[in-house]
Each structure stands twice: as C-alpha cells, then as structure tokens.
C-alpha cells in the first residue's frame, strides 16, 4: 500500500506525533517502499486497521 504524501515525511511525523503523544520515533520509523511495516505497526499500535492509519497519514500529509 504507497502513501500519497505531500510534504516530507520528516514534517509529516512531526505532525502525528503532535496528534498521538504515544507514539514514538521507533513507532514511526518508515523507509521508501516498506510502507506496508509502518502501516501495519501503527495499526497494531492503535487499534486501527491499516487503511485507517493510511488515510490519517496521508490527511496530517495534506492539512496545514
């Protein structure tokens, strides 16, 4: 599953982890063409499924 970002990832972790005190830098951690690891470890994390967490990233990704 390919992110849509717009900005930066380093920008758009910043954001999330604004949004989510709990995650972590090991939480976000994410590698060109892995997105499927970030997603599924953050999903895990959050009790969400991997399409919700896709969608909340690429949101924080798009909003100011």
Known sequence: MQLQLDKPWKM???KLM???VDL?????RYE????????????KKMGRSTQEIK???ESASFND
């Not at 972590?24 to 976000?28: F, G, K, R, V």
């Open 32 to 43: 060109e063409g892995k997105e499927d690891e970030l997603l599924d470890r953050l999903a």
């Open 12 to 14: 758009v972790k910043a």
């Open 18 to 20: 604004e949004h989510n």
């Open 55 to 57: 969608e909340w990233i």
């Open 24 to 28: 972590t830098e090991a939480d976000l």
